[in-house]
Each structure stands twice: as C-alpha cells, then as structure tokens.
C-alpha cells in the first residue's frame, strides 16, 4: 500500500445526513425521498426533503440509466412531477453527449519541442 492508500479518511458529514426510501412501480421507475436527519437519526426539520426520480431507457447499446432532481413538497407531487423531470434528466443527457461530440471534433494541440508554442 503506498502512504496515500494508508491516510485516506473516511469520514460521514454529520450535518448533511438523510434517511433514504425508495418508491419504486418494479418496471424500472422509481423515486427516491431523502428525508433529512440529525446525527442521532431526529428528523431535521430545519432542511427539506428531496425527490430524485431514476428511470432507464433502452438504446442499442443498452439501458441508459436517467436520473434528476424532482422538486416537489411530497410524494404525491413527486410521482405527477416524475415524467417532466425524467424528460429534462435525458435532455441534459443529450445535450452532455452533443458537447463531447464536438469536443471531440476540435484538432488536438500540438506542442513543438523547440519553440514550446501550442499551435492548433
């Protein structure tokens, strides 16, 4: 093991923890309510529960997981906000793929040992 591998810490932040419940249809939907908690596991009502909705959508190479933030007050609200914010997880999901497209178009920088200048 090198020095590093021996002083990693592991450590919980104690005052960003939630209790976390999965509410799930068994077809691959689901929604996670993370309720936030005191160290002694008291409901924190001074922090607001969140949403996150998770579902897949099958592409030839497989299933694409998706997942987003769901803003909503409660489960109710969550389950009829899940489909919008499902359809805004796979457009980030998109527009991501369509940046490292053309990231990956750019001419790669090349850098002349004498002159140390990067030309394009």
């Known amino acids: 093991m090198s020095e ?6 592991f450590k919980l932040d104690r005052n ?4 976390e419940e999965t509410f799930t249809d ?8 993370y309720t936030p908690v005191k160290p002694d596991g008291s409901p924190d009502k001074g922090r607001r529960v969140v949403f996150l909705g998770q579902t897949n959508v099958f592409t030839p190479n497989g299933a ?3 997942h987003n933030q769901i ?4 489960l ?4 009829k ?6 359809q ?24 002349t040992p004498e002159s140390r200048i990067i030309v394009p």
């Open 81 to 86: 906000r899940f489909p919008e914010a499902m």
């Open 71 to 74: 803003n909503a007050a409660d």
């Open 88 to 111: 805004q997880g796979l457009q980030r999901i998109i527009e991501e793929a369509r940046a490292l497209q053309q990231e990956e178009k750019k001419p790669p920088l090349i850098q």
């Open 4 to 9: 590093k591998e021996e002083t990693l810490e």
């Open 26 to 33: 068994l077809s691959g939907n689901s929604i996670m309510r």
């Open 16 to 19: 960003n923890l939630f209790v």
């Open 76 to 79: 109710p609200q969550a389950l």
């Open 64 to 66: 694409l997981p998706i």
